[in-house]
């Protein structure tokens, strides 16, 4: 039983910036990997950034350089700084946590509810 909260959706103009969070709550016994999605209308949903169970930081060639992931291990939240934004980017923001619970121990995959992301003049 893990809950993912989102927030930090919005409007944005192009090249502005918007930082989205993701916090996991529930009985959690391990976090193994974190990370973002997003779909935009009419597209398959498209991985975006993410910490792999190793650490390692993994982006879609899209978002090199304006995106940046990060997370803060004791509050269970990862993090989404996006600068330069285009209008490209405008898709619904999608958090994913691969954890396991205190009941069984067994890792699963979680979403959030999604943030809508719009960016436009």
């Known amino acids: 039983q893990v809950q993912l909260v989102e927030s930090g959706g919005g409007l944005v103009q192009p090249g502005g910036s918007l930082t989205l969070s993701c916090a996991a709550s529930?009985?959690?016994?391990?976090?193994?990997?974190m990370g973002w999605y997003r779909q935009a209308a009419g597209k398959q949903r498209e991985l975006v950034a993410a910490?792999?169970?190793?650490?390692?930081?993994n982006y879609a060639d899209s978002v090199k350089g304006r995106f940046t992931i990060s997370r803060d291990n004791a509050k269970n939240t990862v993090y989404l700084q996006m600068n330069s934004l285009k209008p490209e980017d405008t898709a619904v923001y999608y958090c994913n946590v691969e954890a396991s619970t205190k009941g069984d121990y067994v890792r699963r995959n979680y979403w959030g509810q999604g943030t809508q992301v719009t960016v436009s003049s």
């Open positions: 910490f792999t169970s190793g650490g390692t930081a």
């Open positions: 529930g009985s959690i016994f391990g976090i193994y990997a």
